[in-house]
């Protein structure tokens, strides 16, 4: 218990007027946390992206009337088979991180590529579902709980692009290297891997929301606005 004490108030309790805590603070390399730039930069982009679908998830609770015609969305779709394919990316992400640490190469080029393949298949799907939305006249501007998945999609859609843009770069640069110099680009792959399952574990809360737990959701959120 006093270790964990001397932790947390640790230093509060440093006085750097003190020869000995001069010295201390000198020789410190300015590091905090041991986490690459690169990481430094997903966490930044989780911060701001996590602010902005906590304000489309609030206004989605805050913005459904009585009487939200969600039927449609009920039905078996491809909104399971997206989701599986998310977690198959995220599966092979662990793949790639599992092998970088073992440094076993051999295979990191070809779980990248599955990697890149399945997000293009889960954009494809969703543009699919969007049309098969549109011809069954269910619009953005039908109601809310339509207008809200349209634009809760989107958004998780350009992230994913996002991400798609930065995993080209990096999947070019390792597909170029040799064996024992995928190494090098260890922490553009981590970082890609956080980012990735960032994205999972924003489309799992909007899925178990909106479609999962949707009817007990929308009862809770009408007692909410009533």
């Known amino acids: 218990m006093s270790n964990l004490i001397k932790k947390l108030f640790g230093t509060l309790l440093q006085k750097p007027w003190d020869k000995d805590q001069m010295v201390l603070d000198t020789s410190h390399t300015g590091k905090t946390f041991d986490i690459s730039s690169q990481k430094s930069a997903v966490i930044i982009i989780f911060g701001i992206a996590t602010v902005l679908f906590s304000l489309i998830f609030t206004a989605y609770i805050y913005s459904i009337p009585p009487g939200q015609d969600t039927m449609y969305l009920l039905k078996p779709n491809l909104l399971w088979a997206n989701t599986i394919i998310l977690f198959f990316v995220a599966y092979f992400f662990s793949r790639i991180i599992k092998d970088l640490e073992k440094k076993e190469t051999s295979k990191v080029k070809k779980n990248l590529i599955i990697v890149g393949g399945l997000s293009y298949i889960f954009?494809?799907?969703?543009?699919?579902?969007?049309?098969?939305?549109?011809?069954?006249?269910?619009?953005?501007?039908?109601?809310?709980y339509f207008s809200s998945f349209y634009i809760f999609t989107a958004i998780h859609g350009l992230h994913l692009l996002g991400g798609l843009f930065f995993w080209g770069k990096v999947s070019s640069r390792v597909l170029k290297l040799e064996q024992n110099k995928i190494l090098d680009e260890e922490k553009n792959i981590s970082a890609l891997s956080w980012y990735w399952t960032f994205l999972l574990i924003v489309w799992l809360g909007f899925f178990l929301m909106i479609y999962v737990f949707n009817d007990t959701f929308i009862d809770w959120c009408k007692s909410l606005v009533s």
């Open 123 to 144: 954009l494809f799907g969703q543009l699919i579902f969007w049309t098969q939305l549109m011809k069954s006249g269910n619009y953005v501007t039908t109601n809310t």
